[in-house]
Nanobody, 124 residues
């Protein structure tokens, strides 16, 4: 059974940083594309970043230059380093795993498994 467990969320002031982690288990981690999404109250879940096994990364425009996705295949872990945080980054952040490419790493429909989410709150 696949499990994704996020950690690292919290409350931070605008301009601050957080690093989210997601540990995967239950399936070959190196074969998965790992994604990060977020969902603010009343809004759709939206793409933040993704990383392929070989290290190719994908970002939304709002995250480029501020967010960095990385992975440690030996630890079955994917990270999201978030710098220069803004109040509009406030959301529940979800880790997702994709073992079967369907066409777009930017789409939540691409991913097979999801973590439970971790809250990120950025105060102004």
């Amino acid at each position: 059974q696949v499990q994704l467990v996020e950690s690292g969320g919290g409350l931070v002031q605008a301009g601050g940083s957080l690093r989210l982690s997601c540990v995967a288990s239950g399936r070959t981690f190196t074969a998965a594309v790992m994604g990060w999404f977020r969902q603010a109250p009343g809004k759709e879940r939206e793409f933040v970043a993704a990383i392929r096994s070989g290290g190719t990364t994908y970002y939304t425009d709002s995250g480029k230059g501020r967010f960095t996705v990385s992975r440690d295949n030996a630890k079955n872990t994917v990270y999201l380093q978030m710098n220069s945080l803004k109040p509009e980054d406030t959301a529940v952040y979800y880790c997702a795993a994709d073992w079967f490419y369907r066409g777009s790493y930017y789409s939540k429909d691409e991913y097979d498994y999801w973590g439970q989410g971790t809250q990120v709150t950025v105060s102004s």
